[in-house]
């Protein structure tokens, strides 16, 4: 069996960065003849999140993917995922906002909460590991929001921060990661797994 690779793809708004993961796991797919799988964290809180997530269902369209909702808890995504499976997770970024504010509705949101985020982000790392222990091919895209002055508002900063330390968790475990910029990859890191290393990785760091 090819062992699993661990990839890790981010950019700006419209970078390309989605559409990029796309077409490598749906060729990469192909070749294999294996079961594709999307993740999506993306909740239609507004028009222009309906708009994108309209778009991003257009381009997955005719390519035979299992699609898994999965907003928050993406532990939940694991049961579903098989062996062999070429997987992609859109997005991170996504997926944090809404664990930050999980529990809003009753006046307890994750971010007004000591160690939740750190309980959240210990878990959606093991669980990261775990799929991509699991699958053949698992992508994970993210939104580079870094870029930006620091804003003047503390939950944006806190935002930030976690961001910051998933992403570089994820660096770190990942054979591969890519910067989109213009719609060109940027690669950043690339390199052949060795051993179990890679995917036991030596504590989350959180």
Same mark, same amino acid.
């Not at 006046?107 to 790392?125: F, L, N, S, W």
């Not at 944006?156 to 213009?182: F, K, Q």
């Given at each position: $069996?090819? !062992?699993?690779?661990?990839?890790?793809?981010?950019?700006?708004? !419209?970078?390309?960065?989605?559409?990029?993961?796309?077409?490598?796991?749906?060729?990469?797919?192909?070749?294999?003849?294996?079961?594709?799988?999307?993740?999506?964290?993306?909740?239609?809180? %507004?028009?222009?999140?309906?708009?994108?997530?309209?778009?991003?269902?257009? %381009?997955?369209?005719?390519?035979? *993917?299992?699609?898994?909702?999965?907003?928050? !808890? =993406?532990?939940?995504?694991?049961?579903?995922?098989?062996?062999? %499976?070429?997987?992609?997770?859109?997005?991170?970024?996504? *997926?944090?906002?809404?664990? =930050?504010?999980?529990? &809003?509705?009753?006046?307890?949101?994750?971010?007004?909460?000591? /160690?939740? $985020?750190?309980?959240?982000?210990?878990?959606?790392?093991?669980?990261?590991?775990? #799929?991509?222990?699991?699958?053949?091919?698992?992508? #994970?895209?993210?939104?580079?929001?870094?870029?930006?002055?620091?804003?003047?508002? %503390?939950?944006?900063?806190?935002?930030?921060? &976690?961001? /910051?330390?998933?992403?570089?968790?994820?660096?770190?475990?990942?054979? $591969?990661?890519?910067?989109?910029?213009? /719609?060109?990859?940027?690669? &950043?890191?690339?390199?052949?797994?060795?051993?179990?290393?890679?995917?036991?990785?030596?504590?989350?760091?959180?």
């Amino acid at each position: $069996m090819v !062992r699993s690779q661990l990839t890790f793809i981010s950019g700006g708004v !419209r970078s390309g960065k989605s559409s990029f993961a796309e077409a490598l796991l749906v060729k990469e797919a192909e070749e294999a003849h294996s079961r594709l799988v999307y993740i999506a964290s993306g909740i239609a809180t %507004d028009e222009e999140m309906e708009s994108r997530i309209r778009k991003h269902q257009s %381009d997955r369209a005719g390519q035979n *993917w299992l699609t898994i909702e999965q907003p928050t !808890r =993406l532990e939940e995504a694991l049961s579903t995922i098989q062996e062999g %499976d070429f997987v992609l997770w859109d997005c991170l970024t996504t *997926w944090l906002a809404n664990e =930050l504010y999980d529990g &809003w509705e009753t006046g307890t949101p994750c971010i007004g909460q000591a /160690g939740c $985020m750190e309980r959240k982000a210990d878990e959606v790392i093991g669980t990261i590991q775990a #799929i991509a222990k699991r699958a053949t091919r698992f992508i #994970i895209v993210s939104n580079e929001v870094l870029d930006e002055p620091a804003s003047i508002y %503390d939950e944006t900063r806190i935002y930030c921060e &976690w961001i /910051g330390r998933l992403h570089r968790e994820i660096v770190r475990l990942s054979s $591969m990661a890519i910067e989109m910029d213009h /719609g060109i990859a940027v690669y &950043w890191k690339r390199e052949e797994a060795s051993g179990d290393e890679w995917i036991n990785g030596h504590g989350n760091g959180f």
